[in-house]
């Protein structure tokens, strides 16, 4: 059998690879700030979701395959640290798949495949590295036409994808520019942002700390509506509204559990103690349960200690919150972990496990309560009531996300966090990466830059071209999404052109590529990207085609790599 014959067997067997070029097409769309949201809806429960990012569309969908289901994965562990970049880390999955499976047809090895793929990468990401922004630069046209007020400057810190010698204290960076400079479309989300920014400054932190940031989604009231508060802001009931009520105006004590507040619940790591059996020859002649004998002794717990806000990280038990309810105790289940520990500090809460571990010293002081807004739905009868937590010296900022349309409302909240987390590292990175396509068309440069020099083995100058043809095709995608051009066709024509007149020597001018009028030039040299999130959604993209490569080679071979026998291998 001729070489060519077991490339196209090879390259037909490989449907993971195939798999996850389709899923990533239908997420092109995604791409940019100019989104189309896609509708999601449940043939079962009829329920709809309106997504606008690659981690909610593969959140929502059911997962057939197993290559889906860790294309899913990857996706979600890089949105939960990270907020942002989905994306392109799922459009690169896609590009990285057809260059394998382009290679494979080509008869490539999967080592040479490997090696010459993850070298192309790293071309590109050294050239990002050397044509990144310091954010001193990016905030300094705007400081030398006004005056920056004091509480929104910063000292930053270089992160670890630079050298030493990038190493250097930014100072006086204007923070309201950087951010329109990564809003990335969500304007009206990054004003928030930056309003929780501001507010924080005031309570003498020097940064945008995200651990002490929360979002309180509203369905109701338009967009215009959304707002930022300090404390901590949440819904309660109508019942629990009236306990708010009571308790308004007074310095409040506090407890604070973790874990769910149920009589089954046990901690993380313990372990039941199996066949035990009690026996007793004293009968029960009280009837009462062991959840309602539970109830009973945490109530009196609570009261015995004057508790009037009790915050509860899991869920607790519906018999305890209607016990408390009559006795103005305030319940709040579902508190983030990091929430509690912040009224630790500012109240001298201690952070308990169970509810009878609780003794005096446990028990925090000087909490304020108020009623912020009562949210009425069905014929103007009151549902919920939005309430403000707040104690001395607390630094937590809640922003209330409000939508007249209730699907919309994930999709508002992922865009402020999105703002949020690349404000965060924005700082914490030290440093930009060029927006508007500008870096992707360094990689271009660069990958030709390195075909036209001497290399060792010649399958990696085609597989560079490969790649270089996918970051093509990553701004074509790009410019299409933008309303720039018809088709891609016509994108690609045009980056062909400005990397022509730039190997005439002229300079990379990302305002030719995009053709602004007047008015759109300087927000399109204003954009930029996170360098982190960048370069983590490139490797991750890599390292998850790389590794669906290798799993099913060795499925259709039986062969591990390091046995090094693919091409003795003819299929039958």
């Known amino acids: ?189 990054m004003n928030l942002v930056l309003e929780a920014y501001k507010l924080q400054s005031g309570c003498n932190t020097s940064a945008l700390d995200i651990q002490k940031l929360v979002t309180c989604p509203v369905s109701g009231p338009s967009e215009k509506h959304s707002r930022v508060l300090h404390g901590y802001v949440v819904l309660v009931s109508e019942e629990q509204s009236l306990v708010v009520q009571h308790l308004q105006e007074q310095t409040l004590k506090m407890a604070l559990v973790t874990g769910d507040l149920s009589e089954k619940y046990r901690h993380v790591g313990y372990n039941m103690p199996a066949h035990i059996t009690h026996v007793t020859d004293c009968p029960d002649v009280t009837c009462v349960s062991r959840e309602e004998h539970w109830t009973e002794t945490a109530f009196k717990t609570l009261r015995n200690l004057s508790v009037d806000v009790l915050l509860v990280s899991g869920v607790v038990s519906v018999k305890l919150k209607d016990r408390c309810i009559p006795y103005n105790i305030l319940v709040v289940e579902g508190v983030r972990t990091d929430i509690l520990k912040d009224f630790s500090t500012s109240t001298g809460a201690m952070l ?144 062909t052109r400005l990397l022509r007149h730039c190997e005439d020597g002229g300079p990379v001018c990302v305002k030719a590529l995009w053709a602004p009028t007047e008015a759109e030039t300087d927000s399109v040299t204003s954009v930029y990207d996170n360098v982190t999130v960048k370069f983590e959604a490139w490797r991750r993209a890599l390292d998850l085609v790389l590794l669906v490569l290798q799993s099913d080679t060795e499925i259709i071979t039986g062969v591990s790599e390091g046995e090094n026998v693919y091409k003795e291998f003819v299929f039958l």
């Not at 791409?31 to 997504?51: C, M, S, T, Y």
């Not at 999709?411 to 703002?419: K, N, V, Y």
């Not at 068309?441 to 560079?464: A, D, H």
């Open 352 to 495: 308990m496990s169970y509810i009878t571990q609780l003794t005096e010293r446990c028990v925090g002081r000087g909490v304020k309560i108020r009623r912020w807004r009562e949210f009425s739905r069905n014929g103007g009868r009151n549902e919920s009531t939005a309430i403000s937590i707040t104690a001395a010296g607390t630094s937590l900022v809640t922003a209330v996300i409000t939508s007249s349309i209730r699907a919309e409302l994930q999709s508002l909240e992922d865009r402020f966090w999105s703002c949020a987390h690349r404000l965060h590292q924005a700082f914490t990175d030290g440093k930009l990466l060029r927006g508007a396509a500008a870096t992707e068309l360094v990689c271009i440069q660069q990958l030709y830059k390195s075909t036209r020099s001497g290399m060792e083995n010649p399958y990696e100058k085609v597989v560079m071209q490969m790649m270089a043809d996918g970051w093509m095709d990553y701004i074509s995608t790009l410019m299409l999404n933008c309303g720039k051009v018809s088709c891609k066709a016509e994108a690609r024509t045009s980056v």
């Open 1 to 189: 059998m001729s070489r060519a014959s077991v490339a196209s067997i090879g390259q037909r067997r490989h449907i993971a690879l195939q798999q996850l070029e389709a899923i990533a097409t239908t997420t092109h769309s995604f791409l940019g700030p100019h989104k189309r949201q896609k509708f999601i809806q449940d043939e079962d429960g009829g329920n709809v979701a309106l997504v606008s990012s690659s981690a909610r569309l593969l959140e929502n969908v059911e997962m057939d395959s197993s290559v889906a289901q860790l294309l899913n994965e990857t996706v979600q562990a890089h949105q939960k640290i990270l907020r942002s970049g989905t994306n392109t880390l799922v459009f690169l999955t896609g590009i990285w798949s057809r260059v394998a499976l382009d290679c494979l047809h080509r008869g490539f090895s999967v080592s040479h495949i490997k090696n010459a793929t993850t070298k192309g990468l790293e071309v590109c990401l050294e050239a990002c590295r050397s044509s990144a922004v310091c954010l001193e630069e990016v905030s300094s046209k705007k400081d030398s036409e006004e005056k920056i007020p004091q509480n929104i400057r910063l000292t930053l810190k270089h992160s670890r994808h630079f050298t030493s010698n990038d190493h250097q204290t930014v100072k006086s960076a204007d923070v309201s520019h950087v951010a329109h400079g990564i809003s990335h479309g969500c304007q009206d989300s």
